[in-house]
T-cell receptor
């Protein structure tokens, strides 16, 4: 069974641009959560989706948005990129909340 | 808001000795406490978790204890091995919004 997959692996963007990150959960998992991990810190919760509905939102500006599709995959969108958005973006899936979350390999976003 | 404090930030132990990492949480509604191990450049991996109706859980060389009254929980690794070297994150989840809050991590070094 494949684990959580994310694409792309790495991404370089310029300030002001927007970005879309993608996540495919483990087969059978219906919940997806997004986290931002800055170097040397723990992951910070951004969003959780379950059955295509937003279940939780962290303290991130409205420039961050997400959605979940009928096949339970998910996209994270970030508009008007700032230098401070440079981080590892992690996706985690679980069967349903509240269950154990399993992380994908992450997308390393660099904003220049 | 919710907060998870983790100590120490760095820990060095001799191979074969035990390592203990401690965390405290602020929200008394927290009811699920996972621990993740993250090796350099890799995704966080769930190594053990505990729910609020249990005081202790053990899995081979790893154990976690929870003191709900004091809002403390700890990770204990016995008979440490070189492959235990990594960053360990504690986390806490509040059921009402499924948000998981991570500590800042402990970098564990196993000395030969």
């Amino acid at each position: 069974d494949a684990g959580v997959t994310q694409s792309p692996t790495h991404l370089i963007k310029t300030r002001g641009q927007h970005v879309t990150l993608r996540c495919s959960p483990i087969s059978g998992h219906k919940s997806v959560s997004w986290y931002q991990q800055v170097l040397g810190q723990g992951p910070q919760f951004i969003f959780q989706y379950y059955e295509k509905e937003e279940r939780g939102r962290g303290n991130f500006p409205d420039r961050f948005s997400a959605r979940q599709f009928p096949n339970y995959s998910s996209e994270l969108n970030v508009n008007a990129l700032l230098l401070g958005d440079s981080a590892l973006y992690l996706c985690a899936s679980s069967l349903r909340p509240p269950h154990e979350q399993y992380f994908g390999p992450g997308t390393r976003l660099t904003v220049t | 808001g919710e907060n998870v404090e983790q100590h120490p930030s760095t820990l060095s132990v001799q191979e074969g000795d035990s390592a203990v990492i401690k965390c405290t949480y602020s929200d008394s509604a927290s009811n699920y406490f996972p621990w993740y191990k993250q090796e350099l450049g890799k995704r966080p991996q769930l190594i053990i978790d505990i729910r609020s109706n249990v005081g202790e859980k053990k899995d081979q060389r790893i154990a976690v204890t929870l003191n709900k009254t004091a809002k403390h929980f700890s990770l204990h690794i016995t008979e440490t091995q070189p492959e235990d070297s990594a960053v360990y994150f504690c986390a806490a989840r509040v059921n009402r919004d499924d948000k998981i809050i991570f500590g800042k991590g402990t970098r564990l070094h196993i000395l030969p």
